[in-house]
């Protein structure tokens, strides 16, 4: 017998595709989309495969580089989280109509929920912008071979195949029989074609329509058309002897995950296989002899899919189709199987479920750890430039939020471009408008920053720019920034340095400082303030540097300071609301504040924020 | 079978106790489904696992659909909630179906499944191990689908670099558990966190 593993759906997805024969995968990281490179990194090591592995500097420069290893022939994937692929749709969009050579298999993980993103857009839809086929998986099972079958696919009608995952199978963990990738490279062969991969826009016609003849084709493929998974199909009604009492001249189409939560249920209400039940794997291009053999067969149809309705609006006629078009089904948020289940019960004319709720209030919101050097930045930036309006970006750093020091989010590198914009808008009124502090984290500043800087210094405008520069790619778990220094390989390479790119974006006023030493940033900030409002002043741009303390493969080190709270203090809780360390605990009004010893890091950072200078150091070690 | 909740804030160690408790039913030949918080939620957030054990799928009847196919517990479906931090009560008692039972970590222990495994993992001077001792004391309370010689077998066979006192913590809990099994405390089932 063989002895399953337990695989995170994100492993399950990098494994599948290492079994295709993927010679490159290029990503960046994303919830829910981080792991898959991360394990394809370990599978590389272990079994020392010889395929190119990088964390690009964003996905539309990921999407590139894969598609030209694909153009040579050669198997490949780009991996990415759903918001991503908005970056990346440039290429997406122009790769469909050139096609591939090499198998390429665009991973894009949505976030229905949200749980960690900025949307909840369903990127099948991309899939049918774009006129490629996309994949569904249910499982990290499904999602493993669909990983293999989308590489096949895609070699052989030269087309991107997309594999949509949500994050209920990328963070789900399944026992599956556990497979060692083979090492397979192939030798690459790139076919000059300029009227294909150059092609102007008389060749753009005719790739349009090759594309077009595709995905009709595709659409007819064996191995990707909807199956009946309970039930006895259309044929089968009213022959007692094998179908179940009552008949149900209805069916259910469903794919992702919500097909698992509505078999589940089912079989819990007893209805398994009482009504027919299909599985979609691909849900674009839907065939259309299934949207025919469906609307014909049945007199009512209920459609489940996240988190748009990309099935439902494939059917012509709507007239017995029940979905999000007709309201049955929310157009927002997550299909949890409780919401599943209030819509199967619906469906069926079943009594409603007991409503079990989730407490209304409660709960933890996120903070940034005890000790982030990120909450020393953002303190410092309140300080120095009070009451300004705070543009920030993607990444841990978000939950300055809580400290009242993020005003605006919106996607990765906005934060120096409406820096720019909000000083337009306050422009005229010359020094009475607010200061304007903007936050960037390292990565997010090679990412989408760079164009925004060199804009915003090309456009006149004046803000405080401050760069969170731990050194990693922190909130999806410490991937390298291009100012690592050296490849996945370990193959040393430049590492970029901020400062320079900075101070070739046209910047005037560029400082480094460590966030540690707050009385000193503070005043930096005060005077990168004064430099924005001065005559020949500018952007002004401060590297605040320290690595994450999370992050245990870069060294850390600091004075570590255990902190003694005096008599002096009153409990006034301006620590806690103004500071939010998680280890600082105010147990009542006008008590004393307690200290979690534990949680403490010992940076001392809090001995400037206490108003009351109530907080003493008890001793000091290295760290 | 059986469905278990693991919940508590970011830091906490949920997603190793699910992983061990997973890697336990293998060892016992079940068949497993897990779905986890990633991202910004574990940034010191409220933090929940689902588990789901089940029978494998070969050992079905053949035709039958298998018993668990979704990674996520539906509210009112939960056997066993084990509650790492006081709010996780609050965020996932209901979960709990009727009958269930809450095993919940609690500076005053005041139910006969709580217990303060932060004290306890505190006097064995490693407070990250206050997740090792819940699980022991579930384990050793006898309601988890797996005896408490399974789970330290299987924390013995994941190892590490924190084992010694991994497995002095999952012990202490255990005892603690035996403990209070031995000594007569009912077999009360709670309702529901409120």
Known sequence: MTVNRIFLGNEAIALGLLEAGCTLAASYPGTPASEILGAMIQWKGAERLPLHLEWSINEKVAFEVALANSYAGRRSAVIMKQVGLNVAADPLMSGAYTGVKGGLVVVVADDPGPHSSQTEQDSRF????????VLDPSTPEEARRFARLAMELSERFEIPVMLRPTTRVCHARQDLVPGV??????????????ARWAATPKFRLLLHQQLNAKILEISRERDFQPQLVEGFGPAAEGVKSHGPKKAFRACIVASGVVLAHTREILADLGLSNAIDLYAVPMPHPLPHSFRDNILGNYERVLVLEETQPVIELQFQDHTHVCGRLNGLVPSSGELLPETVEVILRSFLGLPPAPEIGAPAAGGRRPTLCAGCPHRAAFFAIKKALPKGIYPSDIGCYTLGLNLGAVDTVLCMGAAISQAAGFYHAYRSKGEDRPHICATIGDSTFFHAGVPA????VVQDARFVLVVLDNSTTAMTGHQPTPASGSTLDGTPVPALSIEKIVEACGVGFVRTIDPYRIEEMIDLLKEAGSYVRSEEGGVAVVIARRPCLMDRKQSRTWIRREIRVTDQCVGCGYCVKHFECPAMHLKEEKEPVEIDRVMCSGCGVCLVVCPHEALAVAGESET | ???????GVGGQGILFVTRLLAEAALDMGFSILISETHGMAQR??????HLKVSARTSKQKAGSP??????LIRPGRADVLLAMHPDGEVAHGHYLRAGGTVIANRPEPSTSFSVDAAGIALNLESPVSTNLVLLGFAAGSGLLFCPPEQVRATLE???GKQLEISLKA?????????RRTAGGAERVSEPPAS
């Open chain 1, 181 to 194: 990738p083979v090492a397979r490279d192939s030798e690459p062969l790139f076919e000059k074609n300029p």
């Open chain 1, 453 to 456: 800087l060199m804009n915003a």
């Open chain 2, 157 to 159: 066979r994941l190892g």
């Open chain 2, 66 to 71: 298998p018993p668990f196919v979704s990674p």
């Open chain 2, 170 to 178: 999952f012990q202490a809990g255990w005892d603690e558990g035996a």
């Open chain 2, 1 to 7: 079978m059986q469905q278990i909740i693991i919940s």
């Open chain 1, 126 to 133: 991309f899939a049918m912008m774009a006129k490629i086929p």
């Open chain 2, 44 to 49: 010191g957030g409220n933090v929940v696992s």
